[in-house]
Nanobody, 124 residues
Framework: QVQLVESGGGSVQTGGSLRLSCAAS????????MGWFRQAPGKERELVAA????????YYADSVKGRFTTSRDNAKSTVSLQMNSLKPEDTAVYYC?????????????????WGRGTQVTVSS
């Protein structure tokens, strides 16, 4: 059984930073791409960052490019999302998700396993 557990959410002011982590268990971690999604109230879940299996490739949504960085530690089966220069519009529940293979995917339906999410709140 695959389990993904996020940690590191919280409340910060505009311009602040947070680091989210996601610990995975249940299958060979390095094989699978990982994604970070977020969902704000009344909005669809959107992909903000992804990293390929073994981690040579990354993707960032335009809205977070230059501010967010994702990385993975395959030895520890963890993936992280460093969020800098946070804005109120970054407020959402953030989820990590594990893909179906090594390649990054953009749609939530293309990710097989999900964490429960962690709240990020950015106040102005």
């Amino acid at each position: 059984q695959v389990q993904l557990v996020e940690s590191g959410g919280g409340s910060v002011q505009t311009g602040g930073s947070l680091r989210l982590s996601c610990a995975a268990s249940g299958r060979t971690f390095s094989v699978y791409a990982m994604g970070w999604f977020r969902q704000a109230p009344g909005k669809e879940r959107e992909l903000v960052a992804a990293i390929s299996g073994n981690g040579p490739y990354t993707y960032y949504a335009d809205s977070v490019k230059g501010r967010f960085t994702t990385s993975r530690d395959n030895a520890k089966s963890t993936v992280s999302l460093q969020m800098n220069s946070l804005k109120p519009e970054d407020t959402a529940v953030y989820y990590c998700a594990q893909g179906q293979g090594a390649g990054m995917r953009s749609k939530a339906t293309e990710y097989t396993y999900w964490g429960r999410g962690t709240q990020v709140t950015v106040s102005s």
